[in-house]
T-cell receptor, first 112, second 114 residues
Framework: LAKTTQPISMDSYEGQEVNITCSHNNIATNDYITWYQQFPSQGPRFIIQGYKTKVTNEVASLFIPADRKSSTLSLPRVSLSDTAVYYCLVGDLQGGGNKLTFGTGTQLKVEL | NAGVMQNPRHLVRRRGQEARLRCSPMKGHSHVYWYRQLPEEGLKFMVYLQKENIIDESGMPKERFSAEFPKEGPSILRIQQVVRGDSAAYFC????????????FGPGTRLLVL
């Protein structure tokens, strides 16, 4: 399983765009990149998943460069309710890799 | 469409007692995963089960811990003779199929061992 490296914490203000970058230098050909969000006392919640280039949904965008050795989760116009821990995970989509490996994540704190 | 259900949400046990944690997957999901989270840490995989089968238990401690997912009823994570180090949040996740489809997590059970 590819190891991921993220900043331990980030601070932002309401209305700003937040970009959280994750490094995964040993990503394998079959690996996908998935981001989860976790609020205190709750289970992680799936945000977005991608393989290459750019993926966008109603919550966030995920940018993946051509070498796939890193990825950036972009949260547009954050609000106080986006304060949470964000986990970047890398794993094989095709069989044998169903266990998710969580790092320590990035604690995002959004202030007024 | 109920999500993943876990109960109890909080469980207090004294050292040496048994803890039973229950997980009901989302409707239509036949794959269940258990994770443990210690304070200030990320989740650690414990075990992956399908109905009546343990597929991967590589993250499960060899002693005192067991898991099952019977044909009928919820998945159970059982911890025998609990110790203080077992105090943690235990999360269950479910997915519909095998090929790493999105896992949906429950709210967790917070176990406190006195």
């Amino acid at each position: 399983l590819a190891k991921t490296t993220q900043p331990i914490s980030m601070d932002s203000y309401e209305g700003q765009e937040v970009n959280i970058t994750c490094s995964h230098n040993n990503i394998a050909t079959n690996d996908y990149i998935t981001w989860y969000q976790q609020f205190p006392s709750q289970g992680p919640r799936f945000i977005i998943q991608g393989y290459k280039t750019k993926v966008t949904n109603e919550v966030a965008s995920l940018f993946i460069p051509a070498d796939r050795k890193s990825s950036t989760l972009s949260l547009p116009r954050v609000s106080l309710s986006d304060t949470a821990v964000y986990y970047c995970l890398v794993g094989d989509l095709q069989g044998g890799g169903n266990k998710l490996t969580f790092g320590t994540g990035t604690q995002l704190k959004v202030e007024l | 469409n109920a999500g993943v259900m876990q109960n109890p949400r909080h469980l207090v046990r004294r050292r040496g007692q048994e803890a039973r944690l229950r997980c009901s997957p989302m409707k239509g999901h036949s794959h269940v995963y258990w994770y443990r989270q210690l304070p200030e840490e990320g989740l650690k995989f414990m075990v992956y089960l399908q109905k009546e089968n343990i597929i991967d238990e590589s993250g499960m401690p060899k002693e005192r811990f067991s898991a099952e997912f019977p044909k009928e009823g919820p998945s159970i994570l059982r911890i025998q003779q609990v110790v203080r180090g077992d105090s943690a949040a235990y999360f269950c996740a479910s997915s519909p199929g095998h090929s790493q489809e999105t896992q949906y997590f429950g709210p967790g059970t917070r176990l406190l061992v006195l």
